[in-house]
């Protein structure tokens, strides 16, 4: 069963007319590592939260747990994560992860119990007690991966989650995303636009086109699990990396034109 | 400790310097009664400490009750105009005109609605310039919340409660703060504002009057020396709640 499933999803935007979805068709099936990439105003953000309900498509169905969106987000079955880490400042590591346990209902030890698991799972023991600010932002980051997984949804949803880091917090975020999702068999929809990232953590590739942002190309990632360092350097790795960046030349990449620059980034 | 007294010497040096110019250099210039001299105005304290102490807490307590119904208004009222973003749309350039207004000059109308004798039209003028202060600052922290948070605490299928009780008032908390300090200030100039246009003998507004009336230049500035202090210990007051109640947030110093 798919775990994703959009149908016609199309997306206008009443400001500017802009056209920020259309026709968009796609399938993620249980425990995929789906990326959407493209360039400024292809509406990858705006499809990711199509799929989380916070944004409603104009037209189309989008289908998440065998159930339609908005009653997937009451359901709480999925985790999202931002490019801001979004934490609370008044909340220690530890509330900030149980936020949504909170929420759930759950009692204060079957909360300190998960934290502690979270925490260990995203490499923080120790930093419970820490304050946001007193944190690095790769360290941020994973606090805020922390609360998404800490309920156990089935789908995370994640929003340019290393976009505002350095390279190298990247590739090791990037190497620990990917040993959470092999231990928690959770399904991943990533937007990103590093083709880099894009091709290292993903099982599919979705290239998106702007103006209207539509699906261009679906590239399967054939590169073999679990992946290390060592694939950064596989022949594979590259080919892939170039075949993504061509897709994206084709699919219009380098049309960003001038109206969509004025009309502003995706939202 | 020690770090702290070295921090604060080269302040303390240029109060002390102050005080000496102000006694042997601008006091004997001005005259001792356009401008008396520290000492005058501590011996005059001195003579009168208990008549100005208690004439201090009972204006205090005026603006005091002000402050805590004028700062509840505004917090109430920019909760309403947070949740009922239209209700806001259509209030907010009033509640900003009113703002601008020196509502001060409301004072001779408030003791005329209340009486001068009656403590409320001391708390009315407190607390209407309390009122607005709070109000603008409080429902900038409510709407200042970045959109993320707001999707987050969707995704959560949070209703609007929660997402008050969790996000929105608490990242206002800093901002409420910033209103509450203001107002601690406004609230004193009212009491005593209000004072000065009739109230209780009893009264600290009232005792500077009377001593400027009498020419008691000393008494007149002992008894404003009580009006700041205890207006300093209000903010400080204030400033130590903020300190107990805004956690997480690196503190920025004042």
Same mark, same amino acid.
Request: aromatic share 10%.
């Given at each position: 069963?798919s775990v994703?499933?959009?149908?016609?999803?199309?997306?206008?935007?009443?400001?500017?007319?802009?056209?920020?979805?259309?026709?968009i068709?796609?399938?993620?099936?249980?425990?995929?590592?789906?990326?959407?990439?493209?360039?400024s105003?292809?509406?990858?953000?705006?499809?990711?939260?199509?799929?989380?309900?916070?944004?409603?498509?104009?037209?189309?169905?989008?289908?998440?747990?065998?159930?339609?969106?908005?009653?997937?987000?009451?359901?709480?079955?999925?985790?999202?994560?931002?490019?801001?880490?979004?934490?609370?400042?008044?909340?220690?590591?530890?509330?900030?992860?149980?936020?949504?346990?909170?929420?759930?209902?759950?009692?204060?030890?079957?909360?300190?119990?998960?934290?502690?698991?979270?925490?260990?799972?995203v490499?923080?023991?120790?930093?419970?007690?820490?304050?946001?600010?007193?944190?690095?932002?790769?360290?941020?980051?994973?606090?805020?991966?922390?609360?998404?997984l800490?309920?156990?949804?089935?789908l995370?949803?994640?929003?340019?989650?290393?976009g505002?880091?350095d390279?190298?917090?990247?590739?090791?975020?990037?190497?620990?995303?990917?040993?959470?999702?092999q231990?928690?068999?959770?399904t991943i929809?990533?937007v990103?636009?590093?083709?880099?990232?894009?091709?290292?953590?993903?099982t599919?590739?979705?290239v998106?086109?702007?103006?209207?942002?539509?699906?261009?190309?679906?590239?399967?990632?054939?590169?073999?699990q679990?992946?290390?360092?060592?694939?950064?350097?596989?022949?594979?790795?590259?080919?892939l990396?170039?075949?993504?960046?061509?897709?994206?030349?084709?699919?219009?990449?380098d049309?960003?034109?001038?109206?969509?620059?004025?009309?502003?980034d995706?939202? | 400790?020690?770090?702290?007294?070295?921090?604060?010497?080269? /302040? %303390?040096?240029? $109060?002390?310097? #102050?005080l000496?110019?102000?006694?042997? @250099?601008?006091?004997? !210039? &001005?005259?001792?009664?356009?401008?008396?001299?520290?000492s005058?105005?501590a011996?005059?304290?001195?003579?009168?400490?208990?008549?100005?102490?208690?004439?201090?807490?009972?204006?205090?307590?005026? /603006? %005091?009750?002000? $402050?805590?119904? #004028?700062?509840?208004?505004?917090?109430? @009222?920019?909760i309403? !105009? &947070?949740?009922?973003?239209?209700v806001?749309?259509?209030?907010?350039?009033?509640?900003?005109?009113?703002?601008?207004?020196?509502?001060?000059?409301?004072?001779p109308?408030?003791?005329?609605w209340?009486?001068p004798?009656?403590?409320?039209?001391?708390?009315?003028?407190?607390?209407?310039?309390?009122?607005?202060?709070?109000?603008?600052?409080?429902?900038?922290?409510?709407?200042?919340?970045?959109?993320?948070?707001?999707e987050?605490?969707?995704?959560?299928?949070?209703?609007?409660?929660?997402?008050?009780?969790?996000?929105?008032?608490?990242?206002?908390l800093?901002?409420?703060?910033?209103?509450?300090?203001?107002?601690?200030?406004?609230?004193?100039?009212?009491?005593?504002?209000?004072?000065y246009?009739?109230?209780?003998?009893?009264?600290?507004?009232?005792?500077?009057?009377?001593?400027?009336?009498?020419?008691?230049?000393?008494?007149?500035?002992?008894?404003?020396?009580?009006?700041?202090?205890?207006?300093?210990?209000?903010?400080?007051?204030v400033?130590?709640?903020?300190?107990?109640?805004?956690?997480?947030?690196?503190?920025?110093?004042?």
């Amino acid at each position: 069963m798919s775990v994703v499933e959009l149908k016609n999803v199309t997306k206008t935007f009443a400001r500017g007319n802009t056209i920020a979805l259309q026709g968009i068709d796609l399938a993620i099936e249980a425990g995929e590592f789906v990326s959407l990439i493209g360039p400024s105003g292809c509406g990858k953000s705006t499809l990711l939260r199509t799929i989380g309900d916070l944004i409603q498509p104009t037209s189309g169905t989008i289908v998440v747990n065998g159930k339609p969106a908005q009653q997937a987000r009451r359901d709480r079955d999925y985790g999202i994560v931002f490019q801001d880490p979004v934490l609370y400042d008044w909340r220690t590591v530890a509330k900030n992860i149980a936020l949504p346990l909170e929420m759930l209902g759950w009692d204060r030890t079957r909360r300190a119990k998960r934290v502690q698991e979270m925490t260990e799972l995203v490499e923080l023991t120790g930093f419970e007690g820490h304050h946001p600010y007193q944190l690095s932002g790769g360290m941020q980051q994973r606090v805020s991966i922390a609360r998404a997984l800490s309920f156990s949804p089935a789908l995370l949803l994640m929003d340019e989650p290393f976009g505002a880091l350095d390279e190298m917090t990247r590739e090791r975020l990037n190497t620990e995303l990917l040993q959470i999702w092999q231990e928690t068999g959770s399904t991943i929809v990533f937007v990103t636009h590093s083709i880099a990232e894009a091709v290292f953590l993903s099982t599919r590739v979705v290239v998106m086109s702007a103006r209207p942002g539509r699906i261009a190309e679906l590239i399967e990632v054939d590169l073999k699990q679990p992946r290390t360092q060592e694939t950064r350097e596989d022949p594979r790795y590259f080919e892939l990396v170039t075949a993504v960046r061509e897709a994206l030349a084709r699919g219009g990449a380098d049309k960003i034109t001038e109206e969509a620059l004025v009309a502003g980034d995706e939202t | 400790m020690t770090r702290r007294v070295t921090n604060q010497l080269p /302040a %303390l040096v240029v $109060f002390a310097l #102050g005080l000496v110019a102000w006694e042997w @250099v601008f006091s004997p !210039l &001005a005259g001792k009664f356009l401008l008396p001299k520290p000492s005058a105005i501590a011996t005059a304290f001195w003579h009168n400490r208990q008549l100005l102490s208690d004439a201090g807490w009972f204006t205090f307590k005026e /603006a %005091l009750g002000g $402050f805590v119904f #004028g700062s509840a208004g505004g917090i109430v @009222v920019a909760i309403v !105009l &947070a949740r009922w973003r239209k209700v806001g749309e259509a209030v907010m350039p009033y509640a900003i005109a009113v703002n601008a207004i020196p509502i001060i000059a409301f004072a001779p109308i408030t003791n005329a609605w209340f009486g001068p004798l009656n403590p409320h039209s001391k708390w009315a003028i407190a607390g209407i310039l309390c009122f607005f202060p709070v109000l603008v600052n409080t429902l900038r922290g409510l709407t200042s919340v970045r959109p993320e948070s707001i999707e987050l605490m969707s995704s959560y299928a949070a209703s609007q409660f929660e997402v008050f009780r969790r996000v929105r008032i608490p990242s206002a908390l800093p901002f409420i703060f910033t209103g509450l300090k203001v107002g601690t200030v406004l609230a004193m100039i009212g009491a005593i504002v209000g004072d000065y246009f009739g109230g209780s003998t009893r009264a600290l507004g009232v005792q500077i009057e009377n001593s400027i009336s009498l020419f008691d230049f000393p008494f007149g500035w002992a008894a404003i020396v009580v009006a700041s202090a205890f207006g300093i210990v209000f903010y400080l007051a204030v400033g130590a709640a903020e300190r107990l109640s805004v956690r997480g947030v690196p503190s920025t110093g004042d």
